[in-house]
């Protein structure tokens, strides 16, 4: 008798520490989706009102050289002109660092300076940089140890992504499965969906802006259309090293050519006003207007997603700050839209289909891609996003947008390797 009270004892005192824990992270994870939902709201919607004082006067395109200076400064004076942003985030993660809170104010005010001017760059650059800041200083306040203040930093991207895109789901597997591919932290699992949605029913609350797409025509499951987007998937997983090359070649290539980072954004933001004169201001900002046309009308003309990727890439390899997530979203789109009636596909579709591959193949989220498909485009063409996330996820190779990405297991063997992003 006494053994089975022993035993009882023991397992009362696991079932004790277990809830205990629960209750701790449910905590934790509620401010700080609270928090994320309230400054992500707060940041979308200074976004939305800059982009609209850009479109109401376009001359503010002209003073892209001399703001673009103000960043460079600011991030020059904090010491985070090599290191800086969502990178930065994934190293302190990964190496149990903790997150400078500079982040946040500068990746606030630089994301909104890159916007009023017309940059092409999107905002989950800013939401993980400024999620992770959230996070950490809420883990500090609980006095979390080293693993548990990680925990806390992905709930704070979680949540900022989950505010600004509406995809809360996404958001919270995202946060997890970016730090390192092959490895989901299951750990991180109950707060990062806890924020995720908490920060989602605020942003609700306070009125966030979130982009709505109309749930495609999706065609009957049979073979051929299988092919067809597998197919699309192919082309789309190349498209997705071109874009990731284009970041990290013209970002190498701008800074051994011009050394100096205010000569480097001077010269840079003549270069993309020039751009902006020759092929017009489709390609700047968010883009989502176009977007929508591709997504919701099936309409996007064959060299959108080229030019895009030429603005992008200008943007971030100068010094502007954003993200590349919604460019990501523009050309996939883009692309799909255009390359679909090819291979005898929707447009529509196409450019949804378009939109899941490309994001799996740049971000190697793929678990994250498949929700994101469920979010915006609702869950009734799921197989053909799932067949579409599988083939860009292994075709992408080791590329990503992220350089402090790193490749914990093989994508074509299982096996550990480790190694860094191309």
Known sequence: MSDFFWILKIKLKRIGLYAGIFIKWLIIASITGALGGAVGTVFNKGISYVTGLRQDFPWLLLFMPVLGLVIVLMYEKANLSRDGGTNLILHSIRHLKGVPIIIAPLIFVSTIVTHLVGGSAGREGAALQLGGSIGAQVGKIFRLDVKDMNVAVMCGMGALFSALFGTPLTAAFFAMEVIAVGVLYYSAFVPCVVSSLVAYAMSCVLGGVSDNYVSPK?????????????VLAILCAFISILFCLALKYSKE??????KNPYIRMLAGGVFFILLVVIFGDKYTGLGTGVIDGAVNHGNATYYDFLLKIVFTAVT???????????PTIFIGSTF?????PLLGLNTAFGACIGVVAVFCGVVNCPIASVMLSVE???????AFFVVA??????????????????FAYSKLHAEYVNMKAN
């Open 336 to 340: 799909g839209c255009a390359v679909a």
């Open 316 to 326: 971030m390899a100068i010094g502007f700050k954003g993200g590349e997530i919604v």
């Open 389 to 406: 996330v599988c083939i860009s996820y292994m075709l992408s190779g080791y590329y990503s947008i992220y350089s402090s990405q790193r």
């Open 253 to 258: 290539g701008a800074q051994k050519l011009i």
């Open 376 to 382: 915006l485009f609702g869950s009734e063409g799921i």
């Open 218 to 230: 999706v065609p009957d499951l049979s073979p051929v259309h299988m092919l067809q987007v597998g």
